[in-house]
């Protein structure tokens, strides 16, 4: 299982017992029936990158072989010195790469072992903006529809995601559905994705003409009285203050960079039951909460809420929803409201610890927290994740977690590792027991098919044994999967995220349970319904038809109603000028994830598009090309931003926007150029635009 959508594998362990010789999608998984991809299979079953099987410590140096005990010990002196300070000054970085038992365990262990602040997680580097919209438009994080609704919708809109590769499953089911009679596949994307191959309609906003578009979608359904104002009165808040800000669509289509043509069939999807899928395209931007916000908006002003219809953030990272619901990270474990002093006085409660250990905020997120070393922070613990190629502008990243003393947790090689202080190798999926969450809230079990590597331990294991030596007493001793999650599913009990129905025996007997699921009866479905969505509600209609009666509909939110958001456009970070006039952009690979330690191409490619090419490079000196011949392969160009430049390969591809460099996440080169600016409210990065330059290369 490598990304979110949570398909389940059936594993078997070779005779050696010291690794997988097969990997395969579960046919009796009620969730995907068999389904599985061959990125998830290979990256499983046979991951590239450099497998950590010792533990290491820097000496005089460079790494060098130890001891478990002996890493310990190193790894806990420099924590509890770095504590003598200050609880703030130990950052711990967690991931979406976890177990749900590890992630709570490393949480536990940061805000009630250490009481920091300083801890945040990668999925904030991919989610958090959809995470924020959905807090304040639902007053919960997490989808309103399942993998249940998209055979129901007729229109599917896919926003800033190619989930063609990002999700292969998923868009499996996508592209069945919208390929039926009547149903139709609308992508907005300034490039044209492998996802836009399938597409009915393509449209393309400028890079950061995302929430101007979205604006406009709205402002012209309201211009063409196709709002619904019967849902809009029985269930939301805040319309009429949007109403008045609203920008005349004419001007917005044009500040997106798009025909008023291709927004009035933007709208037109909103006549039909439509799912809206969403991704990093819009999450990755200082407007990605108020970009997410405007699609959301979208849908509670035409009711579009309800079976085969409403807002789908798609979520990455495998686990990216356990760490949100269970890490401590935004909120407490089961989306506890972080300020709240009786949810606080709870958690330390089942913790054992004082609530005023509990940090009072959450934190900067990952970009502030590496910021913070050389101030507030001395020491860094990362697990499963790689800060010194994942963060924008890795080199000044790379410089201040030289300056750290640095505990990296992980199974196989990174940037990361290459500057820590202690190097703890960790088991990963199929060597670990425990459960995830995938993006549409079901829990599975994931399991070790596997001994876990000599010389390695779980995350969990190392968690609790870093605890025990630092924070004696908060674990059991050794905490065990099973142990850890009734103690998750315990703390979720009455909250948005109750998870408080599911155990290991009933996910033995269901193999995935979605919640809520407040009792072992209890799954999950559409969400913020009451009753049976199907039926007829108080007001003499179908539920989700816009007639709604109040009782149909109920969010945790104070009113009890949906919220609308307010904000509009606003200016990029960074826009071209005459020194930097190309816009960089960045997105996935087929074949890759994340930073790609399991499944990296060391060549970085570069996407121009031939006429950009044209312009901004035949007219330089080609020095760099004398002598060159055809087999040598594509020439090297240089990218420049303002923060450093890298050498690529040119690929002259015309599906990428004139004006636009387009690079891969993935590539550790590609974040030496990223602006480190990020959305002041979800506290993500702006990956998706900077300015750039073009040169010919060395
Ligand atoms: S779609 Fe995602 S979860 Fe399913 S096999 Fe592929 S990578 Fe794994």
Redesign the pocket.
Known sequence: ???????G?LQRGDESGRGLDDVR?DPSHPT?RG???????R??ADPDGTRLKRPLVRRKGDLVATTWPNALERATAGIEAALERSPDAVAVLGSGQQTNEATYALGKLARGGFGTRHYDANTTLCMASAVTAQYDAFGSDGPPPTYDDIPNADTHLVWGANPAVS????FRWITASATADGSQLLVVDPVESETVDHADVHVAPDPGGDLALARAILARIVERDEHDEAFIASHTTGFDALLEELPDPAAAAARAGVSHAAVDRLADGFRDRALVYWGMGVNQSVAGTATAGALIDCCLATGTLGPGSGPFSLTGQ?NSMGARVCSAKGTWPGQRPFADPSHRKAVAEVWGVPPSRLPAVTGPGPVGIVEAIDDAVEAVYAVATNPAAGLPDATRVRDRLEDAFLVVQDAFHSETVERADVVLPAATWGESEGTAM?MERTISRVRAATDTPHGVKTDLEIIGELATRVVPGLFEEPPTPEAVFEEIAALTAGTSADCSGVSYDRLEAELAVRWPAPTPDDAGGYRYHEGDPDGENDAGGPAGDGTGGASSWSFPTPSGRARFSDAMPRALPEPTDDRFPLTLTTARLAES?NTGVRARNDDLVARVHPRTATRTLDSTPPSALEGRSESMGPPSVRIRSRRGAVTAMLDRDSRVPEGVVWLPVHHPATNELTVPAVDPRSREPHYKQCAVTLEWGP
């Open positions: 299982m490598r990304c979110a959508v949570g398909c594998f999608g995907t389904a599985a991809c061959k990125r998830g299979i990256e499983t999700h292969p499953v998923l495998a995938n994830y």
